[in-house]
Structures are given as structure tokens and as C-alpha cells.
């Protein structure tokens, strides 16, 4: 069986500012006094303050002007080199063991898997977003699921409701425009190469705020 190997690709192919932003603070998060890797703990602590950095020009966007647009661009630029750095480090430590990979924060790169009907996705969280209106979503990784479709519907459910999805690639996403002071229901399922799709189990979520 052939080593899992760390997604070293944060270019805005793969991450948009706010995405790479989050993936920072998650990798910072999971590093920190990970067992695992030791000795990353001063790349955590630099990838916290570059993800701090880029936060904040992005916090300050709306009124920006081409030489913030410029100063934002070089903050990516230097989160997406540590992130590239440190994961080939936790690729090195790791061994290619997918357990200690993904117990660091960082993504992997995922083979075509085989025809069949994926497993249900389990340990779906939702918390509160950083943005007014947004919701945060986690879950666990499935395997062969090449990507994930996320539905949500206002709580509690009538038979006029209608679930919005929305996909995506990692094993998170963050919902935004939604309705202060309104809960939702929240589903996940992964997408392969069978159709049918096995939802995790139904999530209230708190009060957005």
C-alpha cells in the first residue's frame, strides 16, 4: 500500500484568501501540542500570526485600495509558503501514516476510489462562523469520496421547505447569508462515483447569530 501524501497546493486554485486564511488557523490549531509533531510547534505559532496577518487585510478589504489589494497579496503569498513548508514536514515525520497526517490540520491528496455507494458521513459539527450570518461546518473524512455535498433547510422543517446544497472538496465549509436569530437543520454526504447519496445524521444548529 502506497504512503498518503499531503496536499502541498494552497494556490488560489484550491483556496480563496478567506479559505487559506481558515486552513491557517486550523493547521496552527491542530499542531499545537500535537504529539505527533513535536517539533512543529514554532511553524504553528508562525502560521497563527501569517493567518492573523491575512485576516486582517481581509477584515479591511471593503475600503482597500491597490496598495492594501498589494500588501494582502504578499500576506497570502507568505501564509501559503509556510503551509507548503510545513506540510512537507509533517509528510517527512509522518511517514505518510494518514491518521497522524490529518490529525495535523493539513489535507491529503485523495485516489479515484472504487465504484460503490459511500459510507455515511459521521461527526458533522456546526458552530458559529467569524462573519455575521455564517456557520461553520466540520465533519469527519469518508473514504473514496472525492467531494462532499453540504444541504441545510430552516428549522423546524415544513412540508414547504426547501434544502440548498452547496459542495466542497475539504472536509469543512462555511455557510454564509443566512438569518440571524433563525436555526437550521444540517446534513453532509460524501460524493463518489455512485449516485446515491447517504446523508449524515440530521444537526439543529444554534442561533445564528
Known amino acids: 500500500m502506497g504512503k498518503t501524501k499531503v ?48 485576516y486582517g487585510y481581509l477584515a479591511n478589504m471593503a475600503t482597500g485600495n491597490k496598495q492594501l489589494t498589494a500588501e494582502k497579496n504578499v500576506a497570502r503569498t507568505n501564509l501559503e509558503n509556510l503551509l507548503s513548508t510545513t506540510a512537507l514536514k509533517v509528510q517527512d515525520i509522518s511517514g505518510g501514516d494518514e491518521v497522524k497526517i490529518l490529525s495535523s490540520g ?12 459511500l459510507d455515511q458521513v459521521m461527526n458533522v459539527q456546526v458552530k458559529l462562523g467569524k462573519t455575521a450570518g455564517s456557520l461553520d461546518v466540520t465533519w469527519d473524512v469518508v473514504n473514496h469520496a472525492y467531494s462532499y455535498e ?30 440571524p436569530g433563525q ?3 444540517v446534513q453532509v454526504a460524501g460524493i463518489g462515483s455512485d449516485p446515491k447519496r447517504v446523508w449524515s445524521v440530521e444537526v439543529i444548529t444554534c442561533y445564528v447569530s
Open 7 to 54: 496536499s502541498i497546493d494552497f494556490s488560489t486554485h484550491n483556496y480563496s484568501d478567506k479559505e487559506l486564511a481558515v486552513q491557517g488557523q486550523t493547521v496552527s490549531e491542530n499542531l499545537t501540542d500535537n504529539l505527533n509533531f513535536p517539533t512543529l510547534k514554532d511553524a504553528a505559532t508562525a502560521i497563527k500570526a501569517a493567518s492573523d496577518i491575512l
Open 106 to 117: 493539513f489535507e491529503i491528496n485523495r485516489k479515484p476510489g472504487p465504484v460503490g455507494i
Open 150 to 179: 453540504v444541504r441545510f433547510t430552516k428549522n423546524p422543517k415544513t412540508d414547504a421547505s426547501v434544502y440548498i446544497s452547496i459542495t466542497s472538496t475539504k472536509r469543512k465549509v462555511t455557510i454564509e447569508n443566512l438569518t
Open 183 to 185: 436555526t437550521y437543520i
